[in-house]
């Protein structure tokens, strides 16, 4: 044997458990991707009950398994399904113990108009399938709606372009519910707004829109995708208030606009569909009015014409009563003979029949009728006795029947069976008083968050001047003085000293 033996090939290499060599080569998967933007095809997805969402991202040769923990979940911008290409950002990662590398996704956007367009498809057939797009479900707008609601973002020209159109064609109350018109908050502040405002009590303090206006200006497809969501599409379909979609340009389509009552091509075009022109429905109402009275003038006139038409058909006023006259002459002539004539056979008839009563005839009328008086006589005493003796049992048996012990328990039994009903009742009441002081408590709380006051707390606040509130600069500049309210109170400028005053509702449109 050698003194020095051969080495062994790859003796000199280190040796490594599996915990090492795991957490080697985590820690190189994420020291040298770390942050990665990769693209390709949603295969399997699955919401566990954890919360967390796991799938997969597939291309024509190999799978990688992603998945965002529950509280990554809400940030995601678009929740991934099956079929669907997108781009997903995050960071690489492994796990130790199934030698495993997966993606960390935190954000996932859809890769490209050809993969929204598909899947606005899908669910378009999807909801038109369950009944969401029917036209006998659409309700009709109302000819002219006392209040409308406006679901749209406070900035941009939309809101102005509105009400300016609805001043011009027929001022109306408008309410207004800012929400985001893009990105991932759009759909549930959009989808919230609309159940907002169907929660509103007709004649409440905060009166119930009779029309909805939704409206956004023109966008790419990815500006206006809020509008593509499920969420929306429902809480539309589900609305009572009848509503106009005014979502982007005339070439841009959305599910709102399948599922809405009415779509407008524009915001402009919704507020022209949801109110007449006040100028043209007086001249219409001013042509009809002319219209109908030419109308009843013409009629009475033909009605004139046709009456002295007929009076001149009718015979002369002589000629009607000659007749008559002629008729009256005659009887009146034969009325003197046939008097006399009928007092004589009278005379006759009666010289007949007063041969016939003779005073004996009449003696034996007379005993007949006493003897059968006499008869009847006395068969009445034993008839009215035998009659008031059963009278008499039938009083006897009711008296016993109507004892005072019985009645007195009638009596008990009737207060036992009031005691419970008085208790019942009182129950029923304290249950309505409850169930009533919750829901005035809730409706408090609705009153509170809607109120103008929540709005001035987050920084707005509303410029009056002269006691009429002012919105432009021009009108600004022309009051003598301005008072400025804010959430705490109001501010004075010019024309007086400056004071905090309790805060008022502003009148409609003048919070800024």
């Not at 009572?240 to 005339?250: F, R, T, W, Y």
């Amino acid at each position: 044997m050698d003194l020095l033996d051969d080495p062994i090939p790859g003796s000199n290499t280190p040796e490594f458990s599996v915990s090492e060599i795991a957490g080697r080569v985590k820690k190189l998967i994420e020291g040298e991707l770390g942050w990665v933007r990769i693209k390709g095809e949603v295969g399997r997805v699955v919401l566990a009950r954890s919360g967390h969402l796991y799938f997969d991202l597939k291309d024509d040769r190999n799978v990688l398994s992603c998945m965002t923990w529950k509280g990554q979940v809400s940030g995601l911008g678009t929740m991934p399904e099956e079929g669907m290409e997108v781009v997903a950002e995050g960071r690489m990662t492994a796990s130790g113990f199934q030698s495993k590398f997966s993606l960390n996704a935190e954000r996932i956007a859809i890769a490209g108009e050809g993969a929204l367009m598909a899947l606005l498809e899908k669910r378009k057939k999807a909801l038109a399938a369950e009944g969401l797009f029917d036209a006998e479900r659409k309700k009709t707008l109302p000819y002219l709606p006392d209040v409308i609601g406006v679901v749209t973002s406070l900035q941009g020209a939309v809101i102005r372009d509105i009400l300016h159109r609805l001043r011009d064609r027929f001022p109306r109350k408008v309410l207004i519910w800012p929400v985001a018109v893009q990105g991932a908050a759009c759909a549930p502040e959009v989808a919230r707004a609309i159940a907002g405002f169907n929660a509103l009590q007709p004649g409440g303090a905060m009166p119930r829109p009779d029309l909805i206006i939704v409206a956004r200006g023109g966008g790419s497809v990815e500006d206006l995708w809020g509008f593509n969501e499920e969420a929306v599409a429902r809480g539309v379909a589900a609305s009572e208030i009848p509503l106009i979609s005014a979502v982007g340009h005339e070439t841009d389509t959305t599910l709102i606009d399948f599922a809405s009552d009415q779509r407008a091509p524009t915001p402009t075009a919704a507020a022209e569909m949801a109110v007449p022109v006040r100028h043209e429905l007086l001249a219409w109402v001013e042509q009809a009015g002319g219209r109908m009275t030419s109308s009843i003038s013409s009629g009475l006139l033909r009605r004139s014409q046709r009456m002295r038409d007929l009076t001149r058909a009718l015979p002369r006023p002589d000629a009607l009563v000659e007749g008559p006259r002629q008729r009256l002459d005659v009887l009146g002539g034969r009325l003197g003979p046939a008097l006399i004539s009928g007092v004589q056979r009278r005379r006759v008839r009666l010289s007949d029949v007063s041969g016939s009563l003779r005073p004996a005839m009449l003696g034996r009328q007379l005993r007949a009728e006493s003897q059968r008086l006499d008869a009847m006589s006395d068969r009445l005493a034993p008839a009215l006795g035998r009659i008031t003796a059963h009278r008499r049992e039938q009083l006897e048996a009711r008296s016993a029947r109507f004892a005072p012990r019985l009645l007195m328990q009638d009596v008990e039994q009737a207060k036992v069976r009031l005691g419970t009903v008085s208790s019942r009742l009182q129950a029923v009441g304290t249950r309505q008083i409850t169930e009533l002081r919750a829901r005035l408590e809730a409706m408090d709380r609705l009153r509170e968050t809607l109120s103008y006051k929540a709005t001035l707390a987050r920084g707005y606040a509303v410029v009056r001047g002269g006691g009429e509130i002012v919105t432009t600069k021009a009108d600004a500049e022309a009051a003598s003085g301005l008072e400025i309210e804010f959430s705490d109170g109001k501010l004075k400028l010019g024309g007086g000293a400056t004071k905090k005053a309790k805060a008022k509702p502003p009148e409609q449109g003048s919070l800024f």
